[in-house]
């Protein structure tokens, strides 16, 4: 049994990270967080009470958090001081957050990705390998869409996909976003030669393909030994 801590647990990803793990036997949950002055809080959900205190962190094993940069510096101080393993699927993260998140992870196990589901990071493993075997005669974009109440733009998958392909082919790799509605995540990779046109796209149906590659991540991430580690990682195993 796995006892797992929940950060944002009002908010979209965190509401079905909770749903999820409920459902799941190998889950106990023992920390359902939301930040203070939340109207949720003290409320019930499931055997739990919605807590704004990271003190109960000392009861999980492992900790999920998809919540804002704003909260990423405490919450890693946390997962420090209590030392208890974290999935951290927070986007937009500063330079100086990121180097917190290397350095938290030389004592705790941290599973980090700017996205959790599992196509998507095969994608991550695909696309420098396409572009190496089509060559420099054909030029890439990427096209990246997400609901209107997205904060950061471009997306961090969409970032990091195109610095696996600069990296692999030297270039620079473009990249458009466009929010708009409430589309949960589509991405667009554009290889485009003189006389054809590949696209690869990837379309998120639903949040749960995040919320359930969180889940394998914790399930993967209990009793491993500190360090920095990705949903690759997870998915080798």
């Given at each position: 049994m796995i006892k797992l801590g929940i950060a944002?647990?009002?908010?979209?990803?965190?509401?079905?990270?909770?749903?999820?793990?409920?459902?799941?036997?190998?889950?106990?949950?023992?920390?359902?967080?939301?930040r203070k002055g939340t109207p949720?809080?003290?409320?019930e959900i499931g055997k739990l009470k919605i807590s704004s205190s990271l003190d109960g962190l000392f009861l999980a094993d492992v900790f999920v958090d998809f919540t804002a940069p704003e909260a990423a510096d405490v919450?890693?101080?946390y997962v420090a001081k209590y030392k208890k393993a974290l999935v951290l699927g927070t986007t937009a993260l500063s330079q100086a957050q990121l180097k917190k998140v290397e350095e938290v992870s030389k004592t705790v196990p941290v599973v980090y990705s700017v996205n959790m589901s599992v196509g998507v990071n095969v994608l991550?493993?695909?696309?420098?390998?396409?572009?190496?075997?089509?060559g420099p005669d054909y030029r890439i974009e990427?096209?990246?869409?997400?609901?209107?109440?997205?904060?950061?733009a471009p997306s961090g998958t969409a970032k990091k996909m195109a610095q696996l392909l600069?990296?692999?082919?030297?270039?620079?790799?473009?990249?458009h976003a466009v929010r708009l509605g409430d589309i949960v995540g589509d991405?667009?990779?554009?290889?485009?030669?003189?006389?054809?046109?590949?696209?690869?796209?990837?379309?998120?149906?639903?949040?749960?393909?995040?919320?359930?590659?969180?889940?394998?991540?914790?399930?993967?991430?209990?009793?491993?030994?500190?360090?920095?580690?990705s949903m690759q990682d997870v998915l080798k195993q």
């Amino acid at each position: 049994m796995i006892k797992l801590g929940i950060a944002g647990v009002c908010g979209k990803m965190g509401r079905r990270i909770l749903e999820l793990a409920q459902k799941d036997r190998d889950f106990e949950v023992t920390l359902a967080l939301e930040r203070k002055g939340t109207p949720m809080i003290g409320r019930e959900i499931g055997k739990l009470k919605i807590s704004s205190s990271l003190d109960g962190l000392f009861l999980a094993d492992v900790f999920v958090d998809f919540t804002a940069p704003e909260a990423a510096d405490v919450h890693l101080d946390y997962v420090a001081k209590y030392k208890k393993a974290l999935v951290l699927g927070t986007t937009a993260l500063s330079q100086a957050q990121l180097k917190k998140v290397e350095e938290v992870s030389k004592t705790v196990p941290v599973v980090y990705s700017v996205n959790m589901s599992v196509g998507v990071n095969v994608l991550f493993s695909l696309l420098p390998q396409i572009a190496q075997r089509l060559g420099p005669d054909y030029r890439i974009e990427i096209v990246e869409a997400h609901h209107k109440d997205k904060k950061d733009a471009p997306s961090g998958t969409a970032k990091k996909m195109a610095q696996l392909l600069s990296d692999a082919t030297k270039r620079e790799v473009a990249v458009h976003a466009v929010r708009l509605g409430d589309i949960v995540g589509d991405h667009t990779v554009i290889f485009c030669g003189n006389s054809e046109r590949i696209e690869i796209k990837h379309q998120a149906h639903s949040r749960d393909l995040f919320a359930l590659g969180a889940l394998k991540a914790a399930k993967w991430i209990k009793g491993r030994p500190a360090g920095l580690y990705s949903m690759q990682d997870v998915l080798k195993q």
